[in-house]
T-cell receptor
Framework: KAGVTQTPRYLIKTRGQQVTLSCSPISGHRSVSWYQQTPGQGLQFLFEYFSETQRNKGNFPGRFSGRQFSNSRSEMNVSTLELGDSALYLC?????????????FGPGTRLTVL | AQTVTQSQPEMSVQEAETVTLSCTYDTSENNYYLFWYKQPPSRQMILVIRQEAYKQQNATENRFSVNFQKAAKSFSLKISDSQLGDTAMYFCAFMNPTNAGKSTFGDGTTLTVKP
C-alpha cells in the first residue's frame, strides 16, 4: 500500500497570504489528523477529520481550518499567515481514529513564512 | 489535560550498545495508549512501538522494548544493539481512546549512535 502523501513538500509564503496544504491518507483509512511541528513548541495537534466531519480540534486560532473530502483526502488552510506559522505540518492517517488504531505519518509540508 | 515529558533532550550511544530513553506522562485516565515514534533527520516519522495501558506485559519489537510502569506513569524505550540507522529524534506520545485521532507528544529526544 502507498503511504501517506502530502503536497507540496515545501512552500514559501509571505505574511498576510493564505496557504492550502493537502494530505492523501493510506487507502482505506478514514481518519486524518494534522499536527504542527516547530522547534520551540514541538508537535501540536491541530484537528482531526473522520468521514468529512471535524471530530476533534486543538488550541489553534480560527485562521487554521481544514476539510475532508469523500475520498478521505484532507486539506488544511491557513489564512493571513504570520511569521510564527513557519513550521513542518504533518498529517497522519488511521483506519478510524479509535483506540485500536495506529497513526501513520506523512513526510510533511515545510512552510516558511517570510 | 494529558502531558508527556521527555527529560533527555539529547543522548548518544556507541554502536552495538544499549540505550534507554525516558518518558513520563500525566493523565487521570485508566485506559490509554502509549507510543514511541522515530523521526530520522529530514525523513518521515514512523512508529517504533506501541503499548496498551491495560496490558501488563511490556511491548517488544525486535531490538526495541519498553518498560511500562503504569503506577509511576513511566514509559521508557530500550534500544538494544544500537545501529547507526537508529540515529533520529524519538518522540513519546499518548493517546486517549475517547479523544479520537489526537496524540499528545513529548518534546523529543535526539539520539545519536556513534560508530
Amino acid at each position: 500500500k502507498a503511504g501517506v502523501t502530502q503536497t507540496p513538500r515545501y512552500l514559501i509564503k509571505t505574511r498576510g497570504q493564505q496557504v492550502t496544504l493537502s494530505c492523501s491518507p493510506i487507502s482505506g483509512h478514514r481518519s486524518v489528523s494534522w499536527y504542527q511541528q516547530t522547534p520551540g513548541q514541538g508537535l501540536q495537534f491541530l484537528f482531526e477529520y473522520f468521514s468529512e466531519t471535524q471530530r476533534n480540534k486543538g488550541n489553534f486560532p480560527g485562521r487554521f481550518s481544514g476539510r475532508q473530502f469523500s475520498n478521505s483526502r484532507s486539506e488544511m488552510n491557513v489564512s493571513t499567515l504570520e511569521l510564527g506559522d513557519s513550521a513542518l505540518y504533518l498529517c497522519a492517517s488511521s483506519l478510524d481514529g479509535t483506540r485500536t488504531d495506529t497513526q501513520y505519518f506523512g513526510p510533511g509540508t515545510r512552510l516558511t513564512v517570510l | 489535560a494529558q502531558t508527556v515529558t521527555q527529560s533527555q533532550p539529547e543522548m548518544s550511544v556507541q554502536e552495538a550498545e544499549t540505550v534507554t530513553l525516558s518518558c513520563t506522562y500525566d493523565t487521570s485516565e485508566n485506559n490509554y495508549y502509549l507510543f514511541w515514534y522515530k523521526q530520522p533527520p529530514s525523513r518521515q516519522m514512523i512508529l517504533v512501538i506501541r503499548q496498551e495501558a491495560y496490558k501488563q506485559q511490556n511491548a517488544t519489537e525486535n531490538r526495541f522494548s519498553v518498560n511500562f510502569q503504569k503506577a509511576a506513569k513511566s514509559f521508557s524505550l530500550k534500544i538494544s544493539d544500537s545501529q547507526l540507522g537508529d540515529t533520529a529524534m524519538y518522540f513519546c506520545a499518548f493517546m486517549n481512546p475517547t479523544n479520537a485521532g489526537k496524540s499528545t507528544f513529548g518534546d523529543g529526544t535526539t539520539l545519536t549512535v556513534k560508530p
